[in-house]
Structures are given as structure tokens and as C-alpha cells.
């Protein structure tokens, strides 16, 4: 609804306006009010242009700041969709790389230009993710269209630069089998049995760490060689260490262990049950975890970290990462034989894509090398 109002000056008689633009975000009443129409007809043609603005959900006066409606969104709507681990990463990418350019700024005032030039700066600053802060920002500002906090959503205008630099094939780090083979001796010659059996799973199953640190003694079935992945461990908010689903669908499965891993999975559990009895725990209960600290807590998921930078520092060996050891099963299994639906099923894999980079790279030594035996065998 709208009034009007006559109004009397030294310069002559006016008229002015006051038109109600709804709520702001307490749900406070809020009105908007202009004087200095020379004529009621000209304040009325103003009021109705607010009117109909009103209507599609712009509220003028409305300055809810970009930082203000992302904590709406973030709390409101993206929080209770996604893992405590993903919206922690969430978060910290806001306030490391999106709140410091546009947290502070008006919703209303932020322009299609201004978000080119920061989705530009992301890539120029060399963020590999720029793709994924545009789309967080996109979410965040139809998020506003949807509760009629603003109209328009700049940044979905934007175009997505492209990287000059000729994008290479990722490359894939792993153990070759005479590296594992001698890694795994001075693992165990490291005097740290759940360090040893650790980097044994990790290498003759393929599991992600998370899912490694998250086992229990239950998970695994010594009678019918199986182990159950349906959790995996990961890091919330403040750094607090969390067990929930699996990273994907294709996640959950049960795979196979070869009777030698098992052998020393049985092993490990009998020193464990040891250990913690000297220091005064159960680990008889089926939730106890196969890898905890030594006050029987989740283990840390820099440990193995820790373990791995230890050993090849001690013995003086090529240092691959903890995620690499997946590779390595990945990689021997196409060796020995293994199919990519085999490996990529016990991988958890939710497509080919990975499996088949890593395929494609064995496949080539392969070729080379027996390309090099014809040329030996010839010898011409």
C-alpha cells in the first residue's frame, strides 16, 4: 500500500510517497518514503514502479551484505544436504578465498563485471578450484532469488576462463612391485606392527585411508576372507575427527583379502588385544577398531603420514603419498592380470575414470616392453 502527502515549501508545494517494500530479514515491517514530486500523478507512477518491483521479491532498501546471505544459506540450506567434512571444507574455502572479496559488499551493488574480474583473479592467483568457488557463489545468490532476498544473481553471468597452459594428464605416483616389496620389509623391520599392517592393507587392498582408519574388528570376516567398507573417517569442523558414510554409492562393498594379508590381519589383532590389556583397555568388543592410538581413540589421520615419512627417511627409500599406496594395488593388480571392472570394484570407484588412467599407463610399459624383447630377440 501506498500513501501521498502535500507538502508546502519556500520553493512551492510538493508531494511525497510512502510505500510499504515488505519485510527485511528479522521480519521487521519496512517502508520506503521519496519526496519532491512537483505532482500526485508523478508520486504515484514512482510508487507503483516500488510496487511491482516489490512483487518479484526486491526490496530496495533492503542492504543485506553478501557475508549475510551466505550465513543464511550456509546454515539454512547447504549445511543439512552434505557431510559435517564437506561443509567444514566449505567453509574454510569462503573464508579463505570468497568472504574476503565479496563478504563485505552489498548484495544489491554487486555486478556482473565485478564477479568477472574475481573469478579471473582466482585463476590468475593460481587456485585450481576457481570452478568450484564461481559455483559456491552462484548457490549462494540463487539461494537469495529463492527467498526473495534479491532478483539477480551476478556471478551465474560470468563466463569461465580457460587455462592457457596445456592441461597434462595427472600424473600417478605409485610403487613399482620390487619398491612395495622393500618398503613393506623395512615397514616391518620399523618395529611398529599397526604401522606395517596398516601400509600391508593399504597396498594389497586398495582401501583410501579414511576407510582404513575407520575399520572395525567386525568389518572383517576371517572365515569367508571378506572386509565390509560402509564408513569411512574424515575430518569436521574444527578439525574434529568424525566416522560417516562412505564417500560414494559405489563405496560400500565388500572385497577380498588374499590369505597372506589375513594371516597378518590375525596377527595384528592378537598383539593389539596385548598391548591394550599392558596398558589397561578391552579391545574384545566387536566396534573395537583394528587402528587406534594408544589410549584406544581414533587414530589420527596424520599418523600414517607420520609413519611413512619415518620409514623412508630411516631406510632411506623414494617417499610416495599415503593416497598412492592405492594406486600401487591399482597398478599391480592390471600387472598380474586383474580386469578394469575387477579393480575398479574393489577400488569403490564410482567410474572408470581414474581405473583407466592408471590402466592405460600400464598397458603402455607393457607395449614397451615387449617391443624391447622383440628387439633383443632380433638382435639386428
Known amino acids: 500500500m501506498a500513501t501521498f502527502k502535500q507538502y508546502k515549501t519556500k520553493s512551492g508545494a510538493f508531494w511525497e510517497a510512502f510505500t510499504s517494500v515488505g519485510k ?6 519496512k517502508r520506503m518514503h521519496k519526496r519532491g514530486f512537483k505532482t500526485k500523478k508523478e508520486a504515484q507512477l514512482t510508487s507503483n514502479v516500488q510496487t511491482d518491483f516489490t512483487r518479484k521479491g526486491y526490496v530496495s532498501s533492503n542492504d543485506i551484505t553478501f557475508n549475510e546471505l551466505y550465513e543464511k544459506w550456509f546454515s ?9 567434512s564437506t561443509w567444514a571444507k566449505t567453509a574454510d574455502i569462503f573464508r579463505l578465498h570468497i568472504l574476503p572479496v ?4 552489498r548484495v544489491k551493488r554487486i555486478t556482473v563485471a565485478q564477479c568477472q574480474s574475481i573469478v579471473h583473479s582466482w585463476l590468475n592467483q593460481g587456485l585450481k578450484q576457481y570452478r568450484r568457488f564461481r559455483t559456491y ?11 526473495e532476498l534479491t532478483t539477480r544473481n551476478p556471478m551465474a553471468k560470468t563466463s569461465i576462463p580457460k587455462q592457457k597452459k596445456h592441461q597434462q594428464a595427472p600424473h600417478i605416483d605409485f610403487y613399482e ?53 560402509n564408513k569411512t573417517q574424515s575430518l569436521g569442523k574444527n578439525w574434529r575427527i568424525v566416522v560417516q ?17 589375513l594371516q597378518w590381519l590375525h596377527k595384528w589383532r592378537m598383539t593389539q588385544a596385548r598391548q591394550y590389556f599392558e596398558l589397561g583397555f578391552n579391545s574384545k ?10 589410549d584406544n581413540q581414533p587414530l589420527s589421520p596424520s599418523m600414517p603420514d607420520h609413519w611413512n615419512r619415518s620409514i623412508c627417511k630411516r631406510y632411506d627409500l623414494r617417499r610416495i603419498k599415503i593416497h598412492a599406496f592405492r594406486h600401487t594395488f591399482c597398478t599391480l593388480s592390471f600387472e598380474a592380470g586383474a580386469t578394469i571392472n575387477e579393480v575398479s570394484k574393489t577400488l569403490g570407484h564410482a567410474d572408470l575414470k581414474i581405473t583407466q588412467q592408471i ?4 598397458t603402455k610399459k607393457q607395449r614397451n616392453e615387449a617391443a624391447s624383447k622383440l628387439a633383443r630377440y632380433m638382435d639386428i
Not at 565479496?102 to 559488499?105: D, N, Y
Not at 557463489?137 to 527467498?147: A, E, K, P
Not at 620390487?178 to 611398529?192: I, K, P, R
Not at 562412505?246 to 594379508?261: A, F, G, H, L, M
Open 24 to 29: 527485511d530479514t528479522n521480519g521487521k515491517a
Open 76 to 84: 539454512e540450506d547447504y549445511q543439512s544436504q552434505v557431510k559435517e
Open 102 to 105: 565479496l563478504g563485505s559488499q
Open 137 to 147: 557463489v552462484i548457490s549462494v545468490f540463487d539461494f537469495g532469488v529463492r527467498m
Open 177 to 229: 612391485k620390487s619398491e612395495l616389496v622393500h618398503f613393506l620389509d623395512c615397514a616391518y623391520d620399523y618395529d611398529n606392527p599397526q604401522a606395517f599392517m596398516l601400509f600391508r592393507l593399504l597396498a594389497f587392498t586398495g582401501l583410501r585411508r579414511g576407510e582404513a582408519l575407520a575399520l572395525q574388528w567386525r568389518d572383517i570376516n576371517f572365515e569367508t576372507n571378506e572386509i565390509t567398507v
Open 245 to 261: 558414510t562412505p564417500k560414494t554409492n559405489s563405496s560400500y562393498r565388500t572385497i577380498t583379502i588374499d590369505p597372506k594379508t
Open 285 to 294: 568388543s566387536p566396534k573395537q577398531l583394528v587402528f587406534a592410538s594408544n
Open 359 to 362: 590402466y592405460l599407463h600400464v
